[in-house]
Antibody, heavy 122, light 108 residues
Framework: EVQLVESGGGLVQPGGSLRLSCAAS????????MSWVRQAPGKGLEWVAN????????YYVDSVKGRFTISRDNAKNSLYLQMNSLRAEDTAVYYC???????????????WGQGTLVTVSS | EIVLTQSPGTLSLSPGERATLSCRAS???????LAWYQQKPGQAPRLLIY???SRATGIPDRFSGSGSGTDFTLTISRLEPEDFAVYYC?????????FGPGTKVDIK
């Protein structure tokens, strides 16, 4: 059974930093593109970033470029999102999601974690 | 960027009824790269349909997707109690994908 379990969310002040983690199991983690997708409270879904199987390619939505860094550790079956210079508008539930694409990312997501809430507020 | 519009915003139906949800794109979605997700309160989204009409693993056949170009439809043939949720469409043919605002299907 595919499982994705996020952790690391919490309350942080504007300008602060947070590192999210996603532990994957039940599939060959190193074979898949992985993404972070977020959902602001009561709002819709927004793709944030993704990373290729070997970490050689990374892409970001414009609003987080230069502030967020996605990474992975295939030996630990883990995905990460380092978030710096956080803003109030980054407040959201952050989901780890698997992309079924192989050579290139498909940008749709066949498995999702339960999410971790990040609140940016003073 | 392709903007998706979903209608209606809320659909009030009874169990056993047929639900028809619409997703309209501001530009043609290449190769029918359109997905549908279901989200229940406090839960993660669940993939229902990809490629406009292909059901994801484990999805019951009462869920079906259709459409091409700019107009897509998700149909739930007979609503079960567990189907009352918010449904999002997503195009993934360009701009790294965009999601629609969602349609809430609630109990009449």
């Amino acid at each position: 059974e595919v499982q994705l379990v996020e952790s690391g969310g919490g309350l942080v002040q504007p300008g602060g930093s947070l590192r999210l983690s996603c532990a994957a199991s039940g599939f060959t983690f190193s074979s898949y593109w992985m993404s972070w997708v977020r959902q602001a409270p009561g709002k819709g879904l927004e793709w944030v970033a993704n990373i290729k199987q070997d970490g050689s390619e990374k892409y970001y939505v414009d609003s987080v470029k230069g502030r967020f860094t996605i990474s992975r550790d295939n030996a630990k079956n883990s995905l990460y999102l380092q978030m710096n210079s956080l803003r109030a508008e980054d407040t959201a539930v952050y989901y780890c999601a698997r992309d079924p694409g192989i050579a290139v990312a498909d940008y749709y997501f066949d498995y999702w974690g339960q999410g971790t809430l990040v609140t940016v507020s003073s | 960027e392709i903007v998706l519009t979903q209608s209606p915003g809320t659909l009030s139906l009874s169990p056993g009824e047929r639900a028809t949800l619409s997703c309209r794109a501001s530009q043609s979605v290449s190769s029918s790269y359109l997905a549908w997700y279901q989200q229940k309160p406090g839960q993660a989204p669940r993939l229902l349909i990809y490629g406009a009409s292909s059901r994801a693993t484990g999805i019951p056949d009462r869920f079906s997707g259709s459409g091409s170009g700019t107009d897509f439809t998700l149909t739930i043939s007979r609503l079960e109690p567990e189907d009352f949720a918010v449904y999002y469409c997503q195009q993934y043919g360009s701009s790294r994908g965009t999601f629609g605002p969602g349609t809430k299907v609630d109990i009449k």
